[in-house]
């Protein structure tokens, strides 16, 4: 068996990339894991790429019975510090106070919201590696 799927304000999804929120990939991940739990797929192999491959990696860490392996492809690791980090103070005010940040580059144009880094003490890389222990490819 496998699925595949884009989480919300991506692909053909609905939604907006302006409410992505690392904690808002999971609850999509979970409901598919549980959508799969539902048809007897108990156990998951994962593969995700950029936030997908973020997404894939913290489900794994939450629930590792689970997850019996994970394939990531250039996992967005540190996205949300380093997005924060490369930011001047007036920028992260303008950001919280507005509520909006434009992402401009060769692959996207788009209004991300401030939920996407209000977030970011959630999910440090120290915490996901503390104790991994699911078999993992990185690419």
Not at 28 to 33: K, Q, R
Not at 62 to 75: E, F, K, S, Y
Not at 101 to 123: H, K
């Given at each position: 068996p496998?699925?595949?799927?884009?989480?919300?304000?991506?692909?053909?999804?609905?939604?907006?990339?302006?409410?992505?929120?690392?904690?808002?990939?999971?609850?999509?991940?979970?409901?598919?894991?549980?959508?799969?739990?539902?048809?007897?797929?108990?156990?998951?192999g994962?593969?995700?790429?950029?936030?997908?491959?973020?997404?894939?990696?913290?489900?794994?860490?939450?629930?590792?019975a689970?997850?019996?392996?994970?394939?990531?492809?250039?996992?967005?690791?540190?996205f949300?510090?380093?997005?924060?980090?490369?930011?001047?103070?007036?920028?992260?005010?303008?950001?919280?106070?507005?509520?909006?940040?434009?992402?401009?580059?060769?692959?996207?144009?788009?209004?991300?919201?401030?939920?996407?880094?209000?977030?970011?003490?959630?999910?440090?890389?120290?915490?996901?590696?503390?104790?991994?222990?699911?078999?993992?490819?990185?690419?």
């Amino acid at each position: 068996p496998f699925a595949a799927f884009d989480f919300r304000g991506h692909g053909a999804t609905g939604g907006a990339m302006h409410d992505l929120r690392a904690s808002r990939l999971l609850e999509d991940l979970d409901a598919v894991a549980n959508f799969l739990k539902d048809r007897g797929h108990d156990r998951l192999g994962l593969v995700g790429s950029s936030m997908g491959g973020f997404a894939a990696a913290w489900f794994a860490r939450r629930n590792p019975a689970r997850v019996i392996g994970c394939v990531l492809l250039a996992p967005a690791f540190g996205f949300l510090e380093r997005r924060w980090a490369s930011l001047t103070d007036d920028e992260r005010e303008a950001w919280e106070r507005t509520g909006r940040r434009r992402v401009a580059n060769e692959w996207v144009d788009v209004e991300v919201g401030y939920g996407l880094v209000e977030e970011r003490g959630d999910y440090p890389l120290a915490k996901l590696a503390d104790g991994w222990g699911t078999p993992t490819l990185i690419f």
